[in-house]
């Protein structure tokens, strides 16, 4: 997916563009290059690969939006279907929004196990 990189700072600049001065975005991207060692074959990759782009990280999105007038605030970093953190939820804002500068990073081993039982208990609420 080569252009993948250009298609995600495309959405980061719109959002920025978007945001009101206190606004946040949520963006959901992935994590893949983190954690594949480099000059190992994406099918040879003990994650799921699942059409993400397996060159981004987490920290490289930090920077696009740092880059682009931003800041991020949270970045979450989910193991969606395998063990490792190959996926990222990251939270953003104007640089100069009322948000604290310094960005929580948490690493969610248990993200997969969160969704089942949501899915499992969320269902007795639906009539």
Same mark, same amino acid.
């Given at each position: 997916?080569?252009? +993948? @990189?250009? @298609? &995600? ?6 959002? &920025?563009? *978007? ?5 946040? #975005?949520?963006?959901?991207? +992935? ?19 699942? #059409?993400?782009?397996? +060159? ?16 991020? *605030? ?10 490792? &953190? ?18 929580? @990073? @948490? ?10 039982? #949501? ?9």
């Amino acid at each position: 997916m080569p252009n +993948s @990189i250009n @298609i &995600l700072k495309a959405y980061i600049e719109q959002a &920025l563009e *978007l945001l009101s001065p206190d606004g946040v #975005c949520f963006i959901h991207h +992935s994590n893949f290059g983190q954690i594949r060692p480099l000059g190992v074959e994406k099918d040879n990759h003990p994650g799921y690969t699942h #059409c993400r782009d397996q +060159s981004s990280t987490a920290s490289e999105v930090k920077e696009y939006i740092a880059q682009m007038g931003g800041k991020v *605030l949270i970045q979450e970093l989910v193991n969606w279907g395998c063990e490792s &953190l190959i996926d990222c939820f990251s939270v953003f804002s104007l640089i100069d929004s009322k948000f604290e500068n310094e960005i929580k @990073i @948490i690493e969610n081993y248990d993200f997969m196990k969160e969704a089942y039982n #949501c899915r499992k208990h969320l269902s007795n609420y639906v009539f």
